[in-house]
């Protein structure tokens, strides 16, 4: 079904488009579609696209689609890899606001209701989320996530670009509802590490703001993508399937990218400079050598990624926003889960 929701008759785009991007999301899709389909804010298309999914994934879609006018289903002929299904989500929708939304997570009522509010009363912001709450695979709640957004909400771009290049944080506010208009004619790249590349080029476009309160809730299981693919090889093919095969620097292509969007999003002279001093920073920050170094000898052993992963957790901990795993496995008994990997 890829007719276009018209609610009004009249062709006018809805306030806020939201993206869901799936393969194969049986186990948690029909609550990520239900959490959009109850906001209070009804202005709204949602748009999913299928990467061939070859569980329940079309039926659950089209059931809603059947029901819900603001539905916009797409199927891929075949599986593209998860990047070019989240870009296409992007590319047909017609909100003024865009958020992704993962299969697997939900958003309480207020979400979009709330974002978009601040988003309208500040048009120096181009992005906002709330709080994060980290829930398990059975909906229990875990904790809660405050990202980087409330040290990042900096007049400054050079500053802002700091914040999100230079601290250690989970990319949550991937899933953070932003201006269209701020990101159109851009694409998300197929590389591990994408996800850092948007929220760097979104802090150089504008501010960075946050909802202080828990309305966006992500779900912590072992199939997530950053638990059960680990190695070089796999993680790129999982972000493109055209890639399958090919050799994969992560760690380099995310400089060029910082590195790109330094050269091509207009700000002064002077704040150029200051996001070049932070890209010359960002070597020493994180083990970033010591990352791009993994990345070299994993074209030897694609498995080394994984090592590395591993011995930096056991050693220093898990990462900001990543330390909820154990708890949602003792919580749900340790049962294995039989879903798919998830497309984030």
Not at 15 to 30: A, C, K, Q, R, T
Not at 53 to 66: F, G, L, V, W, Y
Request: glycine share 6%.
């Amino acid at each position: 079904m890829t007719q276009r929701p018209d609610r009004e008759g009249n062709g006018r785009p809805p306030l806020v488009s939201v993206g869901i991007p799936v393969f194969n999301g049986e186990n948690y899709l029909d609550e990520a579609i239900r959490s959009v389909r109850s906001q209070t804010l009804t202005d709204l298309e949602l748009v999913i696209a299928d990467n061939a999914s070859t569980d329940r994934t079309e039926q659950i879609c089209r059931d809603h689609a059947a029901e819900d006018p603001r539905i916009v289903y797409l199927r891929n002929e075949r599986n593209l890899g998860a990047i070019p299904n989240y870009n296409r989500t992007f590319d047909q929708a017609r909100g003024r606001y865009f958020k992704w939304l993962a299969h697997d997570d939900r958003i309480l009522p207020g979400y979009l209701a709330a974002t978009t509010a601040a988003l309208e009363a500040d048009s120096s912001a181009v992005l906002c989320n709330s709080l994060v709450e980290y829930i398990g695979r059975n909906g229990q709640r875990l904790a809660n996530y405050e990202s980087v957004l409330a040290d990042a909400d900096l007049p400054s771009p050079s500053a802002r670009f700091a914040t999100l290049v230079l601290r250690s944080h989970s990319v949550v506010d991937i899933f953070a509802t932003f201006r269209r208009a701020a990101w159109l004619g851009n694409r998300k790249g197929s590389f591990h590490g994408e996800d850092r590349a948007f929220l760097a080029y979104m802090a150089l476009k504008g501010r960075l703001i946050h909802v202080n309160e828990p309305l966006n809730q992500m779900r912590e299981h072992p199939n997530r993508y950053t638990r059960a693919v680990r190695s070089s090889r796999d993680r790129l093919s999982w972000h493109d399937t055209s890639k399958r095969g090919q050799l994969s620097f992560p760690t380099l292509r995310l400089f060029a990218e910082y590195a790109k969007i330094v050269r091509n999003v207009p700000m002064p002279a002077a704040e150029r400079r200051r996001c070049r001093l932070v890209l010359a920073r960002w070597w020493f920050t994180n083990y970033n050598l010591i990352r791009a170094g993994v990345d070299l000898a994993s074209v030897a052993l694609p498995e080394l990624v994984s090592v590395a992963e591993n011995v930096k957790t056991r050693l220093l901990g898990a990462a900001p926003g990543h330390t909820f795993v154990d708890a949602d496995r003792r919580l749900a008994g340790a049962e294995p889960d039989s879903s798919g990997k998830s497309d984030k």
